[in-house]
């Protein structure tokens, strides 16, 4: 059977978009399938969109299968979802496993989408992390996240620390995302190890917002808060009403694959 997809990045964090599924595969089979980077297309994530009463819904899965919220996903899912003619207006609610998140289009490939409110706030809590004693930061923003600054984060081994970090028992068996922060020239850079990709990716939304946050609470007084991820794109984040998250989203090529 044949079925029509779209890649779609936001910021790199990238994403199979399906507009429908065969009835005899789950979502999170689907994204073990379509999402490995040598047998299948090869992404982040998985992003299932489907419409009823005119109202636009968004599953996510990650690339292990497991089901989560995914900022960046979001967003790319409302562009699509504007570009099929599915809405009638630039703003507007997509709904999500997180709940309902307000929408506005910027422009053809950006768009800022409300995201959930941080809880779980914890400070300078100091872990014991691959032989490395680091403060540690964490908060839950639609996914659990660790956030750790550091003096040059291009010395950073993400793919050591990060995996520690993100199995670390405080953080329980689910685990958490972890963000590695340095801030230069009044801008956040981050690096990301996610969960469920079980590898560094180009960009995080959820950990742009956690970041944000953390540094927020810490005294940075920047508003909106820009950060830059590791694909080089900046994204910012704003906390007027809410954290609201605005960056880029495209389609990257589309076709048809066999399942």
């Known amino acids: 059977m044949k079925i029509p997809f779209?890649?779609?990045?936001?910021?790199?964090n990238d994403f199979i978009l399906l507009s429908r599924k065969p009835r005899s595969r789950s979502g999170a089979a689907l994204a073990r399938t379509l999402c490995d980077r040598r047998l299948g297309i090869g992404a982040d994530g998985l992003l299932l969109m489907t419409r009823r009463s005119g109202t636009v819904h968004l599953g996510y899965w990650n690339a292990d299968g497991s089901a989560a919220f995914c900022g960046n996903g979001a967003r790319c899912a409302a562009l699509w979802a504007s570009a099929q003619g599915w809405l009638k207006s630039k703003e507007f609610v997509l709904e999500t496993n997180r709940g309902p998140l307000a929408v506005r289009l910027t422009?053809?490939?950006?768009?800022?989408?409300?995201?959930?409110?941080?809880?779980?706030l914890h400070l300078g809590r100091t872990l014991n992390v691959a032989g490395h004693s680091l403060p540690v930061h964490s908060v839950d923003t639609g996914v659990p996240h660790a956030v750790v600054f550091v003096p040059d984060i291009e010395?950073?081994?993400?793919?050591?620390l990060g995996r520690a970090l993100r199995f670390h028992k405080i953080f329980g068996r689910a685990g958490a995302n972890a963000?590695?922060?340095e801030i230069r020239s009044g801008i956040l850079l981050i690096r990301t190890y996610e969960r469920g990709?079980?590898?560094?990716?180009l960009a995080c939304g959820t950990g742009i917002v956690a970041s944000a946050f953390v540094a927020r609470v810490l005294g940075f007084d920047r508003s909106p808060v820009k950060v830059k991820v590791r694909s080089g794109e900046i994204l910012s984040v704003s906390f007027n009403h809410g954290p609201r998250l605005k960056g880029p989203g495209k389609v990257i090529f589309s076709g048809e694959v066999l399942i």
């Open 6 to 12: 779209w890649k779609m990045s936001g910021a790199g």
């Open 107 to 120: 422009s053809k490939e950006q768009a800022e989408v409300s995201m959930p409110a941080p809880k779980n």
């Open 155 to 160: 010395k950073i081994n993400v793919r050591e």
């Open 179 to 181: 963000n590695f922060i």
């Open 197 to 201: 990709v079980e590898d560094e990716t």
